[in-house]
């Protein structure tokens, strides 16, 4: 998780995870990394692949 923005929107998918019996564990990640989102990283990929 990147900022409280990720740990409500992971709380909410934690809570339904529960319900059904999947525990979920929330890693925080490092602060030099907070800025990098999943967007930006497949976007690098996929110029990377052409």
Do not use: H, K
């Not at 900022?3 to 995870?17: H, V």
């Not at 979920?24 to 996929?46: G, H, K, N």
């Amino acid at each position: 998780m990147r900022n409280t923005t990720d740990l409500r929107a992971e709380y909410q998918l934690a809570a339904m995870n529960q319900s059904l019996g999947v525990p979920t564990v929330f890693l925080p990640a490092q602060p030099e990394l907070a800025v990098v989102s999943s967007t930006a990283v497949r976007a690098l990929a996929a110029w990377r692949a052409e």
